[in-house]
């Protein structure tokens, strides 16, 4: 009897490692949109609030991750920049390793003082970044970023039509994934995690 029991218990427990083991031999999928293969992030190079220069190519070693958008966005722009700060919280002890950037697509109105102070508000450590319609255009244009300002007045003045994607940056300097908007914070420190594990 005695051993019966012992060859039931020996066989449950050999299947809830046969489980255990499937369970985390099954390979990583990520929630974001993968670029494959990775290429190399187009280059962004612009002045910061306090003058000094903003080199994306001087970032490798961490995750980067860029959004495009504006100080006075009603919407997309603080919901995405809220959800940045969940993710830098959701990664704990990570959370050195990345950088969350975000670039205006409202040049008219975002100065780099005022676009930075905006980014500060989310997080102090947060990077907001400005310039010319001029030096941010090819960086629109690289990103594939769609902007239209939209003529008529509102109460925060004109509004810009914008694409709301976030793109990652891999330590190589690759530009790796996008997420699309609404993606939950929790994923997307997910996929940060699972890239930094990486050799």
Known sequence: MQRTIWLIGMGVLAGLIAVWLLAFAQPYSFHGSLIEPPVAAP?????????????????????????????????????????MKRVKADLAAYADRLDVVFITVDPQRDSPQ???????????????????????????????????????????????DHSTRVYL??????LRMTFSYGTPPEDIAADIRQILKEK
């Open 169 to 174: 940056i891999d330590p190589a300097g690759n």
């Open 114 to 160: 005022r676009i930075q102070s905006y980014a500060a508000g989310f997080d102090p450590q947060f990077i907001g970044l400005s310039g010319s319609e001029e030096a941010l255009s090819p960086i629109w244009k690289a990103y594939g970023v769609y902007r239209q300002i939209q003529e008529g007045q509102t109460a925060l003045g004109y509004l810009v």
């Open 43 to 83: 280059p962004v190079e612009l002045a910061r609030a306090d003058g000094s220069l903003y080199r994306l190519s001087d970032q490798q070693g961490k995750i980067t991750l860029i959004f495009f958008g504006y100080t006075t966005c009603p919407d997309f722009c603080p919901a995405t920049m809220a959800e």
